[in-house]
Each structure stands twice: as structure tokens, then as C-alpha cells.
């Protein structure tokens, strides 16, 4: 069950998070299952794999944003290091950050 105690367990910054929603919980929580039940999630993992890296970083981006806005911090922090490598066309072995994302999304989709 989506709870601020487990929220702030998986590693989220609940505070910032509710303040960014006016500290409406029930806000807050319908917005977090907005963004973990996105499918830009599995189309990121998709581009990756095609080497459109221009969608990837597209798709990367908002997820970002998304997650930054609602301090989902173990989402966020990889989604700003691969969105960082997309941005300059960085070629490189980009499973471990897919990765990374996919556990994060995997263990907040749980809660």
C-alpha cells in the first residue's frame, strides 16, 4: 500500500514531494501512480534498444521531470544521469542506467 512511511523507506524525499502538491496526500499519491503506471517507461527501454536516442532522451526528459517534481529520488537520479548521456548523443553501454531505472520503477510500483 502507497503510505508516506513507505514512501520515504524506498528512499523518496516525502517532504518535498508534498510540499510541490500544497501537502494534499491524496494529490501527491494519485500523481506518483500517474507517473509510475506511464507507459514512457517501458517506450524509454524500447528507444534504447532501437538506438533512437532522440526519443530516448525525449522520453528520459519528461520522466525526469516528472520524478524530480515529485522527489522520487531513486527514479530521479538515474533518469538525470541517462538523460545527461542521451542529450549529447553519448555513445555508450546504457544497460546499467536502464537498469537502474527499471528496479527503482519495479520497487516504487510494489508500494
Do not use: W
Not at 513507505?6 to 524525499?13: D, E, R, S
Not at 520522466?63 to 541517462?82: E, F, R, V
Not at 519495479?106 to 508500494?111: D, N, P, R, Y
Amino acid at each position: 500500500m502507497l503510505t508516506i512511511e513507505a514512501l520515504q523507506k524506498a528512499g523518496v524525499n516525502t517532504t518535498e514531494g508534498l510540499t510541490r502538491c500544497m501537502n494534499n496526500q491524496q494529490f501527491y499519491f494519485r500523481l506518483i501512480t500517474k507517473v509510475l503506471n506511464s507507459p514512457d517507461f517501458a517506450s524509454l527501454k524500447t528507444a534504447i534498444e532501437d538506438n533512437d536516442l532522440d526519443t530516448a532522451f525525449t522520453i528520459a526528459h519528461t520522466l525526469k521531470g516528472s520524478t524530480g517534481n515529485l522527489a522520487l529520488t531513486p527514479l530521479y537520479q538515474p533518469l538525470t544521469q541517462i538523460t545527461e548521456l542521451l542529450r549529447t548523443h553519448t555513445q555508450t553501454d546504457y544497460t546499467p542506467y536502464l537498469t537502474a531505472i527499471m528496479d527503482a520503477h519495479q520497487a516504487l510500483l510494489k508500494l
